[in-house]
């Protein structure tokens, strides 16, 4: 497959790819300098972080709860969604 470079820098994606890849109209991509060429990846909602900085940022100030406890509060989640 091949493409060809406007003189604006643009260069279109042919369709067999787009579908294969499901990227619509205002897909944000990233561009990745490979040193080769480059490499086109749809960019991620969020930027990469590490356990480190979000371990611990919603506080739970209530009792402990045991996993019984919670596969009780699981159950009656699935009940009452089912209703």
């Known amino acids: 497959m091949q493409t060809k470079l406007s003189s604006k820098g643009q260069i279109i994606i042919p369709k ?3 579908s ?3 990227w619509n109209a205002g897909q944000k ?3 990745i300098d490979t040193g080769d060429g480059i490499l086109l990846k749809p ?3 969020f930027e990469n972080t590490e356990l480190e900085q ?3 940022i919603l506080k739970y100030s209530g009792e402990p ?3 019984d406890g919670m596969e009780e509060a699981i159950k009656k989640g699935a ?3 089912k209703q």
């Open 16 to 18: 067999v790819l787009r």
């Open 20 to 22: 294969r890849y499901n």
């Open 29 to 31: 991509l990233s561009v």
């Open 43 to 45: 960019s991620r909602t």
């Open 54 to 56: 979000v371990a611990g």
């Open 65 to 67: 709860i045991s996993i």
């Open 79 to 81: 009940l009452e969604h």
